[in-house]
């Protein structure tokens, strides 16, 4: 079964990085990310995610512990049929009112996250435990998964 996957802005760049949250040596997130596009399944994006990609990778450039340019296996991704549903942009949704303002800074992946029912793959635990106890995830069937939960997933 294809599985559709939203990762956010943290994740791409930890995967440039061979890094995880901490700071540590880590495969995680570009395992993840290869294992997406390898696999049969497809990265959800919108008009805002993927600036907001292009914009953090491009001033990475290329990181000595991976040697990848996560951004080149972005966009040949978009090459592929299948590989990458883009959303020029999404929509609001009733309950995102209760999100608390600490976290709207997230609003627009949430939103996509939503509106596409893809799993929301992030970094971000004070996120993932807001949209949980704002009831999000409950109302929406909403998937957040940490990188690691991804990748055992697939």
């Known amino acids: 079964m294809t599985e559709r996957f939203i990762l956010d ?8 990085k061979g890094e995880n949250e901490r700071g540590e040596r880590d495969s995680t997130c570009l395992n993840l990310l290869a294992s997406i596009i390898r696999i049969c399944h497809t ?9 907001k990609y292009q914009s953090q ?9 991976t040697g990848t340019l996560v951004l ?14 883009y959303r020029p942009e999404t929509n609001s949704f009733p309950e995102e009112a209760d999100i608390p303002a ?3 800074d997230d609003l627009a992946i949430v ?13 971000d635990a004070p996120l993932r435990e807001v949209l949980r106890s704002s009831g999000v995830t409950g109302t929406y069937s909403l998937r957040v998964l940490s990188p690691a939960e991804a990748l055992e997933q697939l």
């Open 57 to 65: 990778l491009s001033s990475l450039g290329r990181e000595p512990q």
């Open 43 to 51: 990265l959800v994006v919108d008009g805002g995610l993927w600036a």
């Open 102 to 104: 600490g976290s709207r």
């Open 9 to 16: 802005e943290n994740v791409v760049i930890l995967a440039q």
């Open 72 to 85: 080149a296996v972005l966009r040949n991704a978009f090459r592929r049929e299948g590989k990458v549903d």
């Open 111 to 123: 939103r996509l996250a939503v509106e596409t029912k893809a799993a929301l793959v992030t970094t």
